[in-house]
């Protein structure tokens, strides 16, 4: 049945891809003519890399405490991805385009179970020990 209705579903696909001047986001130009910026701190804590996803089973990992992370390098791989090196010395995210198309088109809905999964687990956007001057440190 699945098969059936995957004939029906029409996935977009990427037209252009550039970096920002700031290399803090990504601009890609899916084939409808939507323009969709991507930040380097969310194309980072999406990372498709092994390390980011070697939990132990069952538990959730998900990258963090990236705000400020700038985008580095962006190399194609083939027809099907790009390879992003960002500042913070991560060089193994090989992003598919199916990837960055669903990170582009679902960027709000993800964005906001991201933050949710932050405060429910104490975390933060900010990079380690760089906290906001209102958070309380604890001994």
Same mark, same amino acid.
């Given at each position: 049945r699945l098969l059936m209705l995957s004939r029906f579903v029409r996935c977009l696909s990427i037209t252009d891809l550039r970096v920002e001047k700031t290399r803090k986001y990504v601009l890609i130009t899916l084939d409808n003519g939507k323009k969709c910026p991507? #930040?380097?701190?969310?194309?980072? =804590?999406? !990372? %498709? @890399?092994?390390?980011?996803? #070697?939990? %132990?089973? &069952?538990? %959730? *990992?998900? =990258?963090? &405490?990236?705000? &400020? =992370?700038?985008? *580095?390098? /962006?190399? %194609? /791989? &083939?027809?099907?991805? =790009? @390879?992003? #090196?960002? !500042?913070?010395?991560?060089t193994t995210g090989v992003y598919s385009v199916a990837l960055l198309e669903h990170l582009a088109v679902n960027k709000y809905q993800l964005m906001r179970e991201y933050c949710k999964y932050l405060k429910e687990n104490k975390l933060s956007r900010a990079p380690r020990g760089k906290l906001k001057p209102s958070t309380p440190v604890t001994k």
């Open positions: 991507l #930040s380097a701190e969310w194309l980072r =804590v999406n !990372t %498709p @890399s092994a390390e980011a996803h #070697s939990a %132990p089973e &069952g538990a %959730p *990992q998900r =990258v963090f &405490g990236k705000k &400020g =992370v700038l985008i *580095q390098n /962006v190399a %194609p /791989v &083939g027809n099907y991805a =790009v @390879s992003i #090196s960002f !500042t913070d010395k991560h």
